[in-house]
């Protein structure tokens, strides 16, 4: 957003144009790792980094699909979820998950299939955000698992359990605890970039990319 920001002052002001063509020249990755805690990796596009703040989250450790992906882990309560998107192209048995990059066939499917969003190639964009899965691919129905072995797709009353965490230990948007209530703990899970800004979450109270 600082890059929009600077591009459309630029126009009246010879400084920050300047600083516009510089933007792409900069594009520089700050890695903070700690052990124990989620690494994080933060792009740089403008060569003011005052309002960098990079908060380290206790990791419950790492797991490893059947492609070799390894990815984060956080304790919530007494469950433990990924931090990552599963991007793995394998069932754990090691049988492949069809790969689908057309529009037509993957609404129409109804066997299972994968893609990767906008059907990119490139390991930055995958690793970021995963693989899209249809419902054949993690329906109950189907007797091959995509979850690394010893892991599974949450169920419905899983999600409850976290939802309920979250109220009661006052991650509600608003900080109310009350579980009998609709719950308005997505925020706090909610990545800090990466919204698209539309005029229901740029201006809801409450919503996920509303005053992150």
């Known amino acids: 957003s600082s890059g929009i920001s600077v591009t459309t002052q630029g126009s009246s002001s010879n400084h920050l144009a300047k600083q516009v063509k510089a933007t792409a020249a900069i594009n520089d990755v700050i890695a903070a790792t700690k052990i124990g805690y989620l690494n994080y990796r933060v792009v740089v596009y403008n060569?003011?980094?005052?309002?960098?703040?990079?908060?380290?989250?206790?990791?419950?450790?790492?797991?490893?699909?059947?492609?070799?992906?390894v990815y984060q882990t956080v304790r919530i309560g007494n469950q433990v979820w990924m931090a990552e998107n599963l991007r793995v192209t394998k069932y754990n048995d090691g049988s492949i998950i069809p790969l689908d990059t057309s529009a037509a066939t993957w609404y129409n499917a109804t066997t299972p299939k994968y893609c990767f969003y906008n059907n990119t190639t490139d390991s930055g964009s995958i690793r970021k955000y995963g693989a899209r899965y249809n419902w054949y691919v993690v329906s109950p129905a189907n007797l091959k698992k995509?979850?690394?072995?010893?892991?599974?797709?949450p169920s419905d009353s899983e999600w409850t359990v976290l939802e309920n965490d979250l109220v009661l230990n006052g991650y509600n948007w608003d900080g109310t605890k009350d579980t009998a209530q609709y719950n308005k703990g997505a925020k706090s899970l909610a990545a800090k970039t990466d919204w698209y800004i539309d005029w229901y979450?740029?201006?809801?109270?409450g919503a996920i990319g509303n005053n992150l």
Request: aromatic share 2%.
């Open 201 to 205: 979450i740029d201006t809801t109270t």
């Open 146 to 153: 995509i979850a690394p072995t010893g892991w599974h797709v």
């Open 47 to 69: 060569s003011d980094t005052s309002g960098i703040a990079i908060k380290m989250i206790a990791s419950a450790g790492t797991v490893t699909d059947v492609d070799g992906n």
